[in-house]
């Protein structure tokens, strides 16, 4: 299986909305409601933001969405914080109970 | 408070084996699927593979497969990731993480620290 396609980066001020696509194919992103999407800091371990395509975990701002469209998922941070500076990597089930990551996108916030 | 506590980095020659742990607590280990995932340096992470602690029932990722095992030791809620003979290749950071439920297809809402795994001569 291939790694899912992001962005390689993408960038917005504070306060402004960013979205982050996530491209996968009919056997994982587009088969499955499940897709997650993960954070990670520098030198820090990925922290999971959204699964299920649109969940959020406990604790994780309601600045943060997800929502899916055929093949295609997407990640949307509105009220950018400088905070949301991060790698975020989108994640699909493919079946035969594996997954596979996208291939990640460099969050700048300006 | 669920805890993944990994093994410490290691640095290690092209040809030899290595066998890193993850230290589990605070969940039931035998009912939760735990995984690993790589991230070699500056590069993404990469899904490596899953094993469910209480039957051992292990799945690799196609990428992966032969190339690492993945075992886990229920009696000391531990799980294990190895090679039998590490290349260059290897090296990278490697997370261990537990699935949000019983179901292999889950998210991972809880992760270790990394231990970094360096091969070179």
């Known amino acids: 299986q291939s790694a899912l396609t992001q962005p390689a980066s993408v960038s917005g001020s504070p306060g402004q909305s960013i979205t982050i696509s996530c491209t996968g194919t009919s056997s994982d992103v587009g088969g499955y409601n499940l897709v997650s999407w993960y954070q990670q800091h520098p030198g820090k371990a990925p922290k999971l933001m959204i699964y299920e395509v649109n969940k959020r975990p406990s604790g994780v701002s309601n600045r943060f969405s997800g929502s899916k469209s055929g093949n295609t998922a997407s990640l949307t941070i509105s009220g950018l914080q400088a905070e949301d500076e991060a790698d975020y990597y989108c994640?699909?089930?493919?079946?035969?109970?594996?997954?596979?990551f996208g291939g990640g996108t460099k969050l700048t916030v300006l | 408070e669920v805890q993944l506590v990994q093994s410490g980095a290691e640095v290690k020659k092209p040809g030899e084996s290595l066998k890193i742990s993850c230290k589990t607590s605070?969940?039931?280990?035998?009912?939760?699927?735990i995984g690993w995932v790589r991230q070699m340096p500056g590069k993404g992470l990469e899904w490596m593979g899953i094993?469910?602690?209480?039957?051992?029932?292990?799945r690799y990722s196609p990428s992966f497969q032969g190339q690492v095992t993945i075992s886990a030791d229920k009696s000391i809620s531990t799980a294990y990731l190895q090679w039998s003979r590490l290349k260059a290749s290897d090296t990278a950071m490697y997370y261990c993480?537990?699935?949000?439920?019983?179901?292999?297809?889950?998210?991972?809402?809880?992760w270790g620290q990394g231990t970094l795994v360096t091969v070179s001569s």
């Open positions: 605070g969940y039931s280990f035998t009912t939760h699927w």
């Open positions: 994640c699909s089930y493919a079946g035969s109970s594996n997954s596979v």
């Open positions: 094993i469910y602690p209480g039957d051992s029932d292990t």
């Open positions: 993480a537990t699935a949000r439920d019983t179901d292999a297809a889950s998210p991972f809402p809880h």
